[in-house]
């Protein structure tokens, strides 16, 4: 016999790992189905899962889940989606006012200033392609990809530290960079 999802719980809540490992596998597939058709991205999917079972499992002792933990988990998901949507809204809207913003400036440029431009873009793509290969490929999946330190780290099977010293490198490479060019 099976025990039901509260007794489970409340197990877990005790401690048992045993009882919050059996929710997890109970749930875990499902609610990844359930947060991808929100999403459409099963790897985003599969990290909200996991965050909020993390969560699950961190607040265990505070949470009080009276008659339903598939209802808590399914709208644990369903807000977690609603808030990536949202930002992912925000997001576009603010990319949209940005290069709005940057081709009203590009028209006022003189072209003093388009070859001032154009000499920055060349240093600094001399710059990029002077990095190693895995340094430039964390910053351009940062910086471009719009992908968190996590998900470089998951993508490439290296440590989150690891991207943290890179794109320290990379920032501090391109600061100096720039510091010549403005001196």
């Known amino acids: 016999m099976t025990k039901d999802d509260l007794q489970l719980f409340r197990e877990a809540q005790a401690g048992s790992i045993k009882a919050f490992e059996a929710l997890f596998r109970r749930y875990y597939t499902p609610l990844c189905l359930y947060a991808y058709r929100f999403t459409e991205s099963s790897e985003f999917s599969e990290e909200l899962v996991q965050d909020i079972f993390y969560v ?21 998901v ?10 992912l809204r925000v997001r576009e809207r603010y990319g949209k006012v940005v290069k709005m913003n940057l081709s009203e400036a590009n028209a ?5 200033s388009e070859a001032e431009v154009r000499d920055v873009e ?11 290969d895995r340094r430039r490929k964390i910053f351009f999946m ?5 992908n968190r330190y996590a998900e ?14 890179e794109m320290h490198k990379a920032l501090k490479a ?9 001196s």
């Open 56 to 76: 699950l499992w961190r607040d265990r002792a505070h949470l009080h889940i009276e008659f339903s933990v598939k209802s808590y988990l399914y709208e644990a």
């Open 108 to 112: 006022s440029f003189s072209s003093e």
């Open 78 to 87: 369903r807000n977690r989606s609603l808030r990536y949507l949202e930002h």
């Open 142 to 146: 940062h910086r471009f990809g719009g």
């Open 122 to 132: 060349k240093m600094l793509s001399e710059i990029l392609h002077r990095f190693p």
């Open 174 to 182: 391109l600061r100096s960079g720039l510091e010549v060019v403005n």
């Open 152 to 165: 470089i780290a998951h993508k490439l099977s290296i440590s989150v530290k690891t991207v943290e010293v």
